[in-house]
């Protein structure tokens, strides 16, 4: 039987609130069993290029990595929000290891490939991505995980990448060493069939109502790619993706997808 | 018999040197068996925190670590340059991760105590500091741990940690584990008999040496301090100790102290 492994993903939103960082922290803590965090970036990086002056480079409405931009998330995500996040879970007795994909190789990307728009220094991440061996060395000796979205190429450049992506990918990569649970935490208590009442959190979803939901335009926009890519980490193996509130994650109301 | 590791600090003004930097990982690759580095900080935080407006606090000629620089420096030592070499690293062969001392509980400090000057958020490493299981099992597993001046409390604060002590507590805490040769890689070829020489590279110091060297004033004033330190790591166990030039660890010119 394969051990447990939960796969926790945090954004930008509860980085910038240190009171609601701390709560989900203390949440955490209480989680059981082995356990692995991924975040997000928070306003901080944006608000820096801002004081410094550099405008933010927008190409058809997409944000674009550029060098300076690289650097300035390089020094929030991997620098200032990671080590905050790794010294407040030691503190609360997690034993937290922050962690790029440049650190032990953890997770290589390949630099996405210029077509309409050149994103910039954006990593994708193709299959074998994931240096499955070290996170299973890290995780047997009793370490969590914390990985902020910044990757590389393995040919010494660093790559900005999408935290959701990190998180599902990883999860898929270590579906075959551990029964892996993916919880997307966001400000919401789950998804909602109703986007206007907080309260209709959807308790479950398997894949034929996710696509009766769809079609029925139940789920909103903003959740159908976080969703198809939720139930496409179910079929690659992944036990149960749990969206839910990030300072609720101890509390029974959530939306669990699974596979039947 | 103790396994060899090789523990090599570099200091700021490589860091701020892109092409010196390259060259000397370069070098570091090429170096066999076991090994670690230790990055001081370059001159990037306090160039980003005149940007800022922040003007440095010095106190008594002491520059003070308040929360603003705090976070300016863990961004810049965590972040950008410890991410930056650990990437590098990895593109010239080298199985480098990146540690702060809250990753893994690597090193724990104390916050120096206020009596004449509160340095603020500035770490002192006590017996006991180093997580020595830990280093053992990622150097044991092929990784070059890449450690940047922060350190944390145990409590959720990071410390700002000056890195030739975090170099030589590390040296001497994994003493007991390692046959330790300590490298503190500098702009000079190694210590000088005349400061007005370069070519005038003392090959080796022993105890008796280095105490006659200093009652004649032929080791110049800055360099008591570190060699103080350096043979203090001597009589803790650490095998030798090695004062070079960054850019030519792999020459034979240096100065190398030892016990006899």
């Given at each position: 039987?394969?051990?447990?492994?939960?796969?926790?993903?945090?954004?930008?939103?509860?980085?910038?609130?240190?009171?609601q960082?701390?709560?989900f922290?203390?949440?955490?803590?209480?989680?059981?069993?082995?356990?692995?965090?991924?975040?997000?970036?928070?306003?901080?990086?944006?608000?820096?290029?801002?004081?410094?002056?550099?405008?933010?480079?927008?190409?058809?409405?997409?944000?674009?990595?550029?060098?300076?931009?690289?650097?300035?998330?390089?020094?929030?995500?991997?620098?200032?929000?990671?080590?905050?996040?790794?010294?407040?879970l030691?503190?609360?007795?997690?034993?937290?290891?922050?962690?790029?994909?440049?650190?032990?190789?953890?997770?290589?990307?390949?630099?996405?490939?210029?077509?309409?728009?050149d994103?910039?220094?954006?990593?994708?991440?193709?299959?074998?991505?994931?240096?499955?061996?070290?996170?299973?060395?890290?995780?047997?000796?009793?370490?969590?995980?914390?990985?902020?979205?910044?990757?590389?190429?393995?040919?010494?450049?660093?790559?900005?990448?999408?935290?959701?992506?990190?998180?599902?990918?990883?999860?898929?990569?270590?579906?075959?060493?551990?029964?892996?649970?993916?919880?997307?935490?966001?400000?919401?208590?789950?998804?909602?069939?109703?986007?206007?009442?907080?309260q209709?959190?959807?308790?479950?979803?398997?894949?034929?109502?996710?696509?009766?939901?769809?079609?029925?335009?139940?789920?909103?926009?903003?959740?159908?790619?976080?969703?198809?890519?939720?139930?496409?980490?179910?079929?690659?193996?992944?036990?149960?993706?749990?969206?839910?509130?990030?300072?609720?994650?101890?509390?029974?109301?959530?939306?669990?997808?699974?596979?039947?």
């Open positions: 039987m394969r051990e447990g492994l939960k796969i926790f993903k945090i954004g930008g939103g509860i980085i910038d609130d240190e009171a960082l701390q709560h922290l203390a949440e955490l803590a209480k989680v059981a069993g082995r356990k692995l965090l991924v975040h997000g970036g928070g306003k901080g990086a944006s608000q820096m290029l801002a004081s410094l002056g550099i405008a933010p480079k927008m190409v058809e409405g997409r944000r674009i990595t550029d060098a300076a931009t690289l650097d300035i998330v390089t020094m929030f995500y991997a620098g200032k929000t990671n080590k905050q996040v790794v010294s407040l030691q503190a609360a007795g997690v034993n937290a290891l922050g962690l790029s994909g440049a650190d032990g190789n953890a997770i290589r990307a390949v630099k996405r490939p210029v077509k309409d728009i994103y910039g220094f954006v990593g994708d991440l193709p299959e074998g991505s994931v240096n499955t061996e070290l996170l299973h060395q890290l995780l047997q000796a009793g370490i969590t995980p914390v990985f902020c979205a910044i990757t590389h190429d393995g040919s010494g450049q660093l790559l900005n990448t999408n935290a959701d992506t990190i998180a599902s990918t990883l999860a898929r990569a270590l579906a075959a060493q551990y029964e892996i649970e993916l919880h997307f935490c966001f400000e919401k208590d789950g998804v909602l069939s109703d986007i206007n009442d907080e209709s959190v959807i308790p479950q979803i398997v894949p034929s109502q996710y696509q009766q939901l769809k079609a029925k335009g139940v789920i909103a926009a903003g959740m159908v790619p976080k969703l198809d890519n939720a139930f496409a980490a179910l079929e690659a193996g992944v036990e149960r993706v749990v969206i839910e509130n990030a300072l609720k994650i101890n509390e029974p109301v959530k939306t669990v997808l699974c596979r039947s």
